[in-house]
């Protein structure tokens, strides 16, 4: 009788290597959870599974899921998967999230899985920028949205004198799906619709240059359907059309159209699992302007961006750089910018160029030590066929998680004013 009863131990632990540790069980009695060592971390949703140690994964944000990666290597804490849990819930917008154990292949380890049950219906308010500059003043842009399912619809404001030559103000409305059959496709469709102010630097360039660019647009309305595709997990592809509207000023008011192909390519890599953590970003953007799809304006223009970024301990080191150049006549809100709080921080747009430039070259590198940072900033916007003119500037401030106050001073000969910049800025 002795073979059959061994038989059926054998079976028995068999059969138990492939189940969950009963939460019941096994978080009743937190010593013996303590005894266990995290070997895999996964992350779970409808239709999903990721792995947190993968570095292609995208899902997570790089704070929560640089957390997760901790957790690898150590002895089980069933209070800090609560706390894991909770975080995850808040950045999903989830009705639940639970945790689960399962066994690992190596005894006495585990693998620790956190499936998220999404919320049917979800409503929330975000600022996506409310920064001081003293020289443009405070600029804002906000929303609230509405998921139900897969859809999201989002309604903004905003008050802008910061990113582009002019301040606008006015509302957008988005609708999005990032699920769209598959998690490879993606939908958005955005309508924006402002009305412009303008500084007097601006308009006595306009004037001194015409032809150049567009005149001074009282408002302009854009819509924008775009289709996103992931090509692999790091690499997505971006295409749609820009249909905008510009109702011009002067010298009688009149409607004209910018309407153009867009296509852009973005790749984003993490490696958080070595000493020194790394994260890395491209982007490049193509707008065609073109005849075909009744364009007043016809221009191509290309916008590519490298944003590297490497960390150890308290410090980290970051360096952006961006290129972009237009062949053709782009109107006002397509020409590039520089001199506000994100690119050349401490010059000012008017006196680099009051109304913009068709090419640009810009560099960044960032030191940062916990929330200390010091910067320096250099490059040019221009006009093709004319020499460029390298600026240069340097900063110091403090910046916790999208909260900054910085200030950047201009490298220039003579009196230098000293640009402060304060807010969320992202």
Request: charged share 20%; with cysteine; aromatic share 10%.
């Amino acid at each position: 009788m002795r073979y059959p009863w061994l038989g059926c131990l054998l079976l028995g632990s068999l059969l138990l290597a492939g189940t969950p540790l009963s939460a019941g069980t096994q978080d009743a009695d937190l010593n013996v959870n303590k005894r266990y060592t995290v070997d895999t971390v996964l992350v779970a949703g409808k239709g999903w599974t990721t792995n947190v140690a993968d570095q292609q994964s995208d899902r997570l944000s790089t704070g929560l899921r640089r957390d997760l990666v901790a957790l690898i290597g150590q002895k089980l804490n069933p209070s800090i998967l609560d706390d894991l849990a909770a975080r995850i819930k808040k950045e999903f917008s989830a009705r639940e999230v639970s945790h689960h154990l399962l066994r690992a292949d190596v005894p006495d380890h585990v693998r620790v899985q956190f499936e998220i049950k999404p919320s049917s219906y979800n409503v929330d308010a975000t600022v996506t920028k409310f920064v001081y500059n003293s020289n443009q003043g405070w600029n804002g842009a906000g929303g609230l949205g509405f998921t139900v399912h897969q859809n999201t619809f989002r309604f903004g404001l905003a008050s802008d004198g910061d990113t582009l030559n002019e301040r606008y103000a006015g509302i957008s409305a988005t609708y999005q799906n990032k699920h769209l059959g598959t998690d490879a496709l993606g939908f958005q469709f955005q309508f924006e619709d402002y009305h412009e102010q303008w500084n007097r630097a601006t308009l006595d360039a306009l004037a001194a240059h015409p032809g150049e660019t567009s005149g001074a647009y009282r408002s302009r309305q854009n819509f924008q359907p775009m289709a996103t595709i992931t090509l692999a997990k790091p690499l997505t592809l971006e295409v749609g059309v820009g249909f905008e509207r510009l109702e011009n000023q002067y010298p009688a008011s009149h409607i004209e159209g910018s309407n153009a192909f867009i296509t852009g390519l973005h790749y984003h890599q993490r490696a958080t699992d070595s000493e020194f953590p790394q994260e890395i970003y491209a982007n490049y953007t193509l707008r065609a302007a073109t005849r075909m799809l009744q364009s007043d304006f016809l221009y191509t223009s290309h916008l590519a961006g490298l944003h590297y970024r490497v960390s150890h301990g308290k410090h980290q080191v970051m360096e952006t750089v961006d290129f972009g150049a237009i062949g053709g006549r782009a109107p006002l809100s397509d020409r590039f910018v520089a001199g506000n709080t994100y690119l050349l921080r401490g010059w000012n747009k008017y006196d680099i160029d009051p109304i913009g430039g068709n090419r640009m070259a810009v560099n960044s590198v960032e030191y940062r030590y916990g929330p200390l940072q010091a910067f320096y900033d250099a490059g040019a916007v221009w006009e093709g066929g004319q020499a460029a003119t390298i600026r240069h500037s340097v900063g110091i401030g403090i910046k916790e998680s999208i909260f900054s106050l910085a200030v950047a001073f201009p490298i220039k000969a003579g009196h230098v004013e000293p640009i402060i910049m304060m807010g969320m800025i992202y």
